[in-house]
């Protein structure tokens, strides 16, 4: 018999996902096909079923990593925080993101990729919950998570998407290593002042995920702006994405700026 309590859990683990992902989708001014985003969606899950079976592998090759509370060398700790968890779980994220929507006919405009990021990391985050639940039941565990780690996981994948944008101007390869290696570290630094256990550090975990908010928003705004121009080029309502035939947007009423 499913325990009440598995169910009010998977229930905080999608609202919050409901939510975000409903607030992003509501930014787009060309909808994405919502197929595409739920594909996207089950790439996320996948991408975490794939860090759980590597992390299966690695605990096996090396199993002091299996009890953190012992660990006191804090080189284990960075090689745990960085490389076992950091660069796998984001690995594994990119190549979703990069197989799933790189190069697919809907990604017209710079704000896509960020949306195809986002639902790619709550497929993540969302299996990622369930299996620390499994591990350790408990209401207060996910709804801990759906706090912190769930919005860890959007602003690691908004600063990961903003790369793939500039991937698709210009140094490609670059971009895609710069996305990497960022999302790496800013993952790996998180991580490694939770297992830490020093309170103070573990605070500076607040400060670090306020940061890394403020930093995705400001690329989120500025690739807003930049889809707003290029529609304003063209045809396209930037509030809503209607075809504007003449001086006002039928939808919304957008007056279009006639100089430009």
Do not use: W
């Not at 592998?57 to 060398?73: E, S």
């Not at 195809?116 to 299996?131: D, H, Q, R, T």
């Amino acid at each position: 018999m499913i325990s009440y309590i598995f169910i009010i859990s998977i229930i905080l683990s999608i609202i919050p996902i409901a939510i975000i992902g409903y607030a992003f989708y509501k930014r787009d001014t060309i909808k994405e096909p919502k197929k595409l985003l739920n594909k996207l969606f089950a790439a996320g899950i996948l991408s975490g079923i794939i860090v759980l079976c590597v992390s299966f592998v690695g605990l096996a090759l090396f199993p002091k990593l299996t009890n953190l509370d012992q660990i006191d060398n804090v080189f284990v700790l960075i090689f745990y925080s960085y490389i076992f968890i950091g660069l796998i779980e984001e690995s594994s994220k990119l190549f979703m993101i990069y197989k799933g929507c790189y190069n697919n006919e809907y990604f017209d405009q710079a704000y896509d990729i960020i949306l195809y990021s986002v639902f790619v990391s709550l497929g993540f985050a969302f299996f990622e919950n369930i299996v620390y639940f499994l591990n350790t039941p408990g209401i207060d565990i996910v709804f801990l998570r759906s706090i912190t780690a769930v919005p860890v996981h959007i602003c690691l994948q908004v600063i990961m998407g903003y790369f793939l944008y500039l991937s698709k101007i210009k140094d490609k390869n670059i971009n895609i290593i710069k996305g990497l290696v960022i999302t790496t570290l800013l993952h790996g630094t998180y991580d490694f002042l939770i297992f830490t256990g020093n309170m103070i550090l573990v605070c500076c975990d607040l400060v670090l995920l306020i940061l890394m908010f403020v930093y995705a928003n400001y690329k989120i705004k500025k690739l807003i702006e930049i889809d707003k121009s290029n529609l304003i080029k063209t045809n396209y309502c930037p509030n809503c994405g209607e075809i504007i035939e003449y001086e006002f947007c039928p939808k919304c009423g957008y007056k279009k700026n006639t100089r430009i």
